[in-house]
């Protein structure tokens, strides 16, 4: 359902344009308190500013755009041992907070020399305690019950992507075929996950695709985790799910369905006005909705045991408004 063309990127480049134009407009004008431009206090509004922009664009207009958060540059550094104590709020605080004190400590400004006692040596030294620091932050990583050999398909949609989808029964083959090759490795599987729209079809309108699976699923004799759109007759509407496809049994009956589609991507806002400025939004004649559900799903495995999994489809993954 991705609409092509240059309208999603014109769209996406403004509000995310509006949104740093805005925070520069309000570091700017807080500039006139002279707190404000010591380097505690410009450390301060401009870590501040900053989260309250990523939280603002992350959920306006319409569903926002969450990613590009500094947070997520952290993931594999010091900061980012701050995340299970502060979320990505106090880790990208703290990278901005990080980024003017060194800019003061490095800046040719002569009124950065000295600051109320502080010299650029003590800034620096300041700076580098707080890089390091949160290596002392520790989570336990082992095991808690039991693990899982969890196999990961993706079988690829071959471009141009809406042709490939027309054809029932063509991205699910990719996706069955890929499965065979991991299943004649003889590995052990606990649990099988194909990617989001692995079935180019819902395999409960089309038998076709239903074949595919379950052959494939039966042979493995492991749940596999599938995901498809659904057209929802009542609404005029696409649901987005993902569920399991047991052996034997085919798809179970508990699903999840996406909360946040992601606007003129699955869904387009103020249709008749959009669709009248490019030809691209007619590429989505029924729009995506969202639903109400938990993003939790229970996965029941061949040895009995029940795995309770967390959901998250494409861009909800940086979402943390999920339910």
């Known amino acids: 359902v991705a609409v092509g063309g240059r309208l999603p990127w014109v769209a996406l480049a403004a509000t995310q344009a509006v949104a740093f134009a805005l925070w520069g407009w309000i570091v700017t004008l807080a500039r006139v308190w002279l707190w404000a431009r010591t380097w505690w206090g410009q450390t301060v509004v401009t870590s501040l500013t900053w989260v309250g922009i990523e939280q603002l664009r992350s959920s306006w207009p319409w569903t926002g755009f969450p990613w590009a958060k500094l947070a997520y540059s952290q993931v594999d550094g010091p900061l980012g041992h701050l995340a299970p104590w502060g979320g990505e709020v106090v880790v990208s605080f703290v990278v901005v907070a990080l980024g003017v004190l060194l800019r003061r400590v490095f800046s040719l400004h002569?009124?950065?020399?000295?600051?109320?006692?502080?010299?650029?040596?003590?800034?620096?030294?300041?700076?580098?305690?707080?890089?390091?620091?949160?290596?002392?932050?520790?989570l336990p990583t082992a095991q808690e019950d039991g693990s899982l050999d969890v196999g990961v398909v993706q079988g690829n949609v071959q471009v141009p992507g809406a042709q490939t989808f027309s054809v029932v029964g063509k991205v699910a083959g990719n996706n069955a075929r890929e499965m065979?090759?991991?299943?004649?490795?003889?590995?052990?599987?606990?649990?099988?996950?194909?990617?989001?729209?692995?079935?180019?079809?819902?395999?409960?309108?089309?038998?076709?695709v239903a074949s595919i699976v379950r052959t494939?699923?039966?042979?493995?004799g492991v749940p596999t985790v599938v995901g498809f759109n659904r057209y929802m007759k009542d609404t005029d509407s696409i649901h987005n799910y993902i569920g399991v496809w047991y052996p034997g049994t085919g798809l179970g009956e508990q699903l999840y369905g996406k909360q946040e589609p992601v606007p003129f991507g699955e869904?387009?806002?103020?249709?008749?006005?959009?669709?009248?400025?490019?030809?691209e939004a007619a590429q989505i004649r029924v729009d995506m909705s969202p639903v109400d559900n938990v993003s939790l799903l229970p996965v029941t495995l061949a040895d009995g045991r029940t795995v309770q999994m967390a959901t998250g489809i494409c861009f909800e993954v940086a979402a943390e408004s999920l339910l």
């Open 110 to 138: 002569p009124a950065h020399d000295v600051a109320h006692g502080w010299t650029r040596p003590a800034l620096l030294a300041t700076a580098a305690v707080v890089l390091v620091a949160p290596l002392a932050l520790t």
């Open 216 to 220: 494939v699923v039966d042979e493995g």
């Open 267 to 279: 869904f387009i806002p103020w249709r008749p006005f959009v669709s009248a400025l490019a030809t």
């Open 180 to 208: 065979a090759k991991l299943l004649d490795t003889g590995v052990h599987l606990d649990l099988v996950v194909w990617g989001e729209g692995s079935l180019d079809h819902d395999p409960d309108a089309y038998p076709a």
